[in-house]
């Protein structure tokens, strides 16, 4: 697929990390925490040139949302702007940031709340006491209030095997869904300690199908599963989805930028305080397309990591230099 300028040029979502500080610190997660939060003056400048692309869609993740300052503003700028917006949170302070939600209700989409085990001893092992409390009481809030949520669910040794289970909860719960995703390692421990084999991973995502269409809830993957065909096999890749990371600056991904460990910032397009959205996206494009070939070729060899696209994307840009070995 080619993308032209301008309203031809396929940008539809952005995502958004509002912030990088964040009150849970889980082992695996992929993210770089810190203490910088984005420029509300600058988002409000992206998100009206990016809404001019065609963009209507905006997702808000962290870092924790829920701690950024201006929250109100951002939100509000998605209803002014005629976006339709989705929240990822790990649902601690959610009853708190709940009335933001529901005065913006016109312009929400979806809320996501983080979730690692259909059992609180051990979702609360990964994300401290009384995490799995609050996110119950959030559930609650937006089944109560007729606000659309699901689960995201990182898998891993420790609960690839719950898959029944997390898929009765949410659907007991009134969930819309079940989002999953094969977890990004961040470093060689827990890469050996927390990351299916290839056989697990593929277990796991038939499991996941049969499930989806026995439930009265949808159970989808994310990117990270696996996938042996060429081209545009991501809303990144495709052109799609753009992400814009807490510092001001447009990555290729929303995975890959601040990704914990890392030095490595090849990720990185363009800084939106000095460059303006339509010329970063038409660089994030030629990019984009670089990144979908260095892929197919890597497929076309046999490269067996180029089968889980997220997971090469972050070893071929040297976020797992452990693996360099296993890409082209």
């Known amino acids: 697929m080619v993308f032209d300028e301008g309203r031809k040029m396929g940008l539809r979502k952005l995502v958004v990390e509002l912030t990088s500080v964040c009150n849970l610190s889980c082992e695996y997660c992929f993210k770089e925490l810190g203490a910088s939060h984005l420029s509300s003056a600058l988002l409000e400048r992206v998100l009206a040139e990016a809404r001019l692309l065609g963009a209507t869609k905006i997702t808000y993740a962290g870092g924790e949302p829920s701690l950024y300052p201006y929250l109100d503003k951002a ?4 209803r002014t702007l005629g976006y339709r917006y989705a929240l990822v949170t790990n649902g601690w302070h959610f009853p708190r940031i709940f009335p933001l939600l529901d005065d913006t209700r016109a312009a929400l989409n979806h809320v996501f709340f983080s979730l690692d085990s259909a059992e609180e001893t051990s979702h609360d092992r ?4 009384g995490s799995f409390q609050r996110i119950m009481t959030a559930a609650e809030l937006c089944r109560n209030h007729n606000l659309p949520f699901s689960f995201l669910v ?3 040794r420790k609960n690839f095997h719950e898959l029944e289970e997390l898929s009765l909860l949410a659907s007991r719960l009134g969930a819309a869904g079940l989002r999953l995703g094969h977890l990004l390692p961040t470093s060689e421990r827990i890469d050996a300690e927390l990351s299916l084999s290839d056989t697990e991973r593929r277990a796991v995502e038939k499991q996941a199908q049969k499930l989806d269409s026995t439930r009265n809830i949808t159970i989808s993957f994310a990117a990270s599963a696996s ?11 495709a052109g799609y989805t753009a992400s814009i990371d807490c510092h001001g600056r447009l990555s290729l991904c929303c995975q890959l930028a601040d990704y914990r460990g890392a030095a490595n910032q090849s990720d990185i397009i363009a800084d939106l ?6 010329a970063a996206y038409t660089k994030f494009l030629a990019r984009a397309a670089a990144e979908r070939t260095r892929r197919d070729k890597a497929l076309a060899a046999g490269v067996a990591l180029a089968q889980y696209p997220c997971h090469f994307c972050a070893s071929s840009m040297q976020k797992a230099n452990w693996r360099a070995g296993a890409v082209l």
Do not use: K
Request: glycine letters at 14%; one cysteine or more.
């Open 227 to 237: 996938n042996d065909r060429p081209g545009a096999c991501c809303e990144t890749f």
């Open 273 to 278: 305080h000095t460059t303006g959205f339509a």
């Open 126 to 129: 990964i994300r401290g006491q």
């Open 75 to 78: 939100l509000g700028m998605a």
């Open 154 to 156: 990182v898998l891993n």
